[in-house]
């Protein structure tokens, strides 16, 4: 019963920017977008989240549409080791649990 | 940022006997811990939500007394595989929120279980 919905699979060049796209189009007014990778065979990592307004850190860009219904994750400067699936996903405060749905492989080539 | 560290990374068992897996949060108290299941090349499949001193909620089709899972402390929660057999291979994770509330995970390293 994931809620968003990712492409497969994507590459991209070392060095380039890595965009990846969600779409969240039943989300709730106070569900707020995460994003998390996971390199094979380890735990996941968190890489950011946001509600409305686009967020920076020093990993990644979240650009969330005005209407909400969907997400981009960009990865600046790609590198091999970026390589990794990326999860999207939706969360409030009183949902409890979270629901990974199958993530986006992707592959950056050198 | 928070950590959660996972024990054993890697165990190998034989059919039959039980094996158990700790989640611990070493820097700030995990008022509730998560347990997921994965299969190769594929998503995380959550199995149970634990809150600290209380039942785990399972997810259906998840065996709670072939998984038994307790949350003792605010730092550590145990996955328990009981009689395990070679379909319970997989690899599993935890993940632990603070009590913030805030929605970040933070996961373990995962545990990859491997039965004879």
């Known amino acids: 019963d994931a809620k968003t919905t990712q492409p497969p699979s994507m590459d991209c060049a070392e060095g380039r920017a890595a965009n990846l796209p969600c779409n969240h189009s039943t989300i709730s007014g106070n569900e707020y977008v995460y994003w998390y990778r996971q390199i094979h065979s380890q735990g996941p990592q968190y890489i950011i989240h946001g509600l409305k307004n686009n967020e920076t850190n020093e990993m990644a860009s979240l650009i969330i549409t005005e209407d909400r219904k969907s997400s981009t994750l960009i990865l600046p400067h790609a590198t091999l080791r970026d390589t990794a699936v990326y999860y999207c996903i939706v969360w409030a405060p009183n949902a409890g649990k979270s629901t990974f749905g199958d993530g986006t492989t992707l592959t950056v080539k050198p | 940022g928070a950590v959660v560290s996972q024990h054993p990374s890697r165990v190998i068992c034989k059919s039959g006997t039980s094996v158990k897996i700790e989640c611990r949060s070493l820097?700030?108290?995990?008022?509730?811990m998560f347990w997921y299941r994965q299969f190769p090349k594929q998503s995380l499949m959550l199995m149970a939500t634990s809150n600290e001193g209380s039942k785990a909620t399972y997810e259906q089709g998840v065996e709670k007394d072939k998984f038994l899972i307790n949350h003792a402390s605010l730092t550590l929660s145990t996955l328990t595989v009981t009689s395990a057999h070679p379909e319970d291979s997989s690899f599993y994770i935890c993940?632990?929120?603070?009590?913030?509330?805030?929605?970040?995970?933070?996961f373990g390293e995962g545990s990859r279980l491997t039965v004879l």
């Open positions: 820097d700030f108290q995990a008022t509730t």
């Open positions: 993940s632990a929120q603070d009590r913030t509330n805030t929605g970040e995970l933070f």
